[in-house]
T-cell receptor, first 116, second 113 residues
Framework: GAGVSQSPRYKVAKRGQDVALRCDPI?????LFWYQQALGQGPEFLTY????????KSGLPSDRFFAERPEGSVSTLKIQRTQQEDSAVYLC??????????????FGPGTRLTVT | DQQVKQNSPSLSVQEGRISILNCDYT??????FLWYKKYPAEGPTFLIS?????DKNEDGRFTVFLNKSAKHLSLHIVPSQPGDSAVYFC????????????FGKGTSLLVTP
C-alpha cells in the first residue's frame, strides 16, 4: 500500500514569508507526528495528533509554528514569518495504534525547507 | 540536552563482516527503543525495535541488544551487505510521557565490497 507522502518535497521561502507543509499519512493510521531535522542532527519531535485531536505540541519551537489535522487524516504544518533558523527537513510520520506499538512510526520523505 | 547519543558519526565495514552500531541514553524512564535506517532524500525507515523488558531482539540479519544497567543498546548486522550502507538512527521513547521518539544524531554506515 501507499506510504506516507509529503508535499512539497522542497520549499524555498524568503525570510518573513508564511509556508504550509502537507502530510498524507498511511490510510487508517490514527496517529500522526511531525518532526524537524536540522542538518547533521536526528529528527526532533514537534507535535502529535490522534485522529483530529492534537494531544501533544510540546516540541513546537515557537508560536509561529502551527499544525492541524481537521478531519483526522491529512495534516498541515504551518510556519508563519519564517526565519533562517527554520531551515530544516520537516518529517511527518504515522502509526497504527491497532496494528502495533505506536512507537513504530512510518515516515514520509520529508519537506526540505530553505529560508533565504 | 541530548538524551540519546550515537558517538560514532561514521563506520566502515567490509561486505560479509559484522557491523556493530552503538547507542547510549541518559533517561532511565525510556522503555522502548528503535533503530531506523535512512537513505539520502528519503525518510527514516523502521528497522527493528526492543522493549525494555527484553535484552535481545532478532530479525533476520539484524539483532538489537539492550543493556539497561549500562543504558546502552547496539545494533548488529550480520552479514553486512553493500545495500546496508545508510545512516542509522537510534531512537527511544517513554510510554508514560507520550509517544514522541527521541533520536540520536545518527551513524553513517558504509559497507564496502
Amino acid at each position: 500500500g501507499a506510504g506516507v507522502s509529503q508535499s512539497p518535497r522542497y520549499k524555498v521561502a524568503k525570510r518573513g514569508q508564511d509556508v504550509a507543509l502537507r502530510c498524507d499519512p498511511i490510510s487508517g493510521h490514527v496517529s500522526l507526528f511531525w518532526y524537524q531535522q536540522a542538518l547533521g542532527q536526528g529528527p526532533e519531535f514537534l507535535t502529535y495528533f490522534q485522529n483530529e485531536a492534537q494531544l501533544d505540541k510540546s516540541g513546537l519551537p515557537s508560536d509561529r509554528f502551527f499544525a492541524e489535522r481537521p478531519e483526522g487524516s491529512v495534516s498541515t504544518l504551518k510556519i508563519q514569518r519564517t526565519q533562517q533558523e527554520d531551515s530544516a527537513v520537516y518529517l511527518c510520520a504515522s502509526a497504527n495504534l491497532a496494528g502495533g506499538p505506536i512507537y513504530e512510526q512510518y515516515f514520509g520523505p520529508g519537506t526540505r525547507l530553505t529560508v533565504t | 540536552d541530548q538524551q540519546v547519543k550515537q558517538n560514532s558519526p561514521s563506520l566502515s565495514v567490509q561486505e560479509g563482516r559484522i557491523s556493530i552500531l552503538n547507542c547510549d541514553y541518559t533517561n532511565s524512564m525510556f522503555d522502548y527503543f528503535l533503530w531506523y535506517k535512512k537513505y539520502p532524500a528519503e525518510g527514516p525507515t523502521f528497522l527493528i525495535s526492543i522493549s525494555s523488558i527484553k535484552d535481545k531482539n532478532e530479525d533476520g540479519r539484524f539483532t538489537v541488544f539492550l543493556n539497561k544497567s549500562a543504558k546502552h543498546l547496539s545494533l548488529h548486522i550480520v552479514p553486512s551487505q553493500p545495500g546496508d550502507s545508510a545512516v542509522y538512527f537510534c531512537a527511544a521513547s517513554n510510554s508514560n510521557s507520550g509517544y514522541a521518539l527521541n533520536f540520536g544524531k545518527g551513524t553513517s554506515l558504509l559497507v564496502t565490497p
